[in-house]
């Protein structure tokens, strides 16, 4: 099994989920702070891979949500020089195991990557989403998302 340096938000919920969900299929967890990591340009970027700006995004944060920060219409250098500055805007968790990196939490993705033991804990077969922030986003969105952009 994996060692997987794990950047989150401390207190995501989803984050969390996907922690408990990479322990239980044997894999060792090292998580760390991706807010107050000190982040380069080119590391962050490694995480990106050949996926479009838009995807490097949270959006979630409260800059995206609101439509504040427009991140398909962003370039790479542009993007990231936000995220340097914001490190909220990076879509979580960024992964690193053996020199490899990757950004989000697709299962079936992480699964082929790692391996999972089973998509998640107590639903067979059936799918759960472990990236879209599961409290209400909107007017009605939760005061603790809103302040920490979860």
């Known amino acids: 099994m994996a060692t997987v340096l794990f950047y989150e938000k ?7 989920k996907q922690k408990v969900l990479l322990a239980s299929a044997g894999h060792t967890v090292q ?3 991706l807010l107050t990591e000190r982040w380069t340009a080119a590391r962050l970027r490694a995480f990106f891979g050949d996926l479009p700006v838009a995807d490097w995004f949270n ?3 409260p800059r ?27 879509r979580r968790p960024l992964m690193e195991v053996d020199g ?10 992480v699964d082929r990557w790692i391996g999972l033991a089973h998509k998640a804990p107590g639903r067979d077969q059936q799918r759960v989403d ?11 969105h939760a005061a ?3 302040e920490t952009g979860e």
């Open 100 to 109: 490899q990196r990757r950004v989000g939490f697709d299962q079936d993705a």
């Open 10 to 16: 401390p207190g995501c919920i989803n984050n969390t």
């Open 31 to 33: 998580a760390k702070n």
């Open 64 to 90: 995206v949500r609101d439509g504040e920060i427009w991140p398909h219409k962003l370039s790479g250098e542009q993007a990231i020089a936000l995220m340097l500055k914001e490190p909220l805007l990076i």
């Open 130 to 140: 472990l990236e879209t922030c599961p409290r209400q986003v909107g007017k009605l």
């Open 59 to 61: 959006h979630s944060a």
């Open 144 to 146: 603790s998302c809103q």
